[in-house]
């Protein structure tokens, strides 16, 4: 399983569509832990674009602080699930909590 993670800064983005790099992290998830980590740049901003994108990275699940319905369901037309309101900030450990149940969620902080 991959999962791509919003990053600024070396911590997760608040608003997925503005991030400066994803973080592309796979997962063992009978072991649940990480097996590759890798953070590439995020393309530039375009409305549309990600969800094939990220989907041709091979993601299978994205964390984010916030996304918009229009995007959330584009991603679920390219078999991508996603996981909004997340509040933990390093990607790694959004990912790890995810894999064992435990990942803290607020609302979606995007309107859009």
Sequence with gaps: MKYAVPVSGGMMCAHFGHCEQFALIDVDEVKKEITKKEYIPAPEHQPGLLPPWLAKQGVNCIIAGGMGMT???LFMNQGVQVVVGAIESDPEKAVLNHLHGNLATGG????H
């Design 71 to 73: 995007a959330q369901n």
């Design 108 to 111: 979606n902080i995007c309107d």
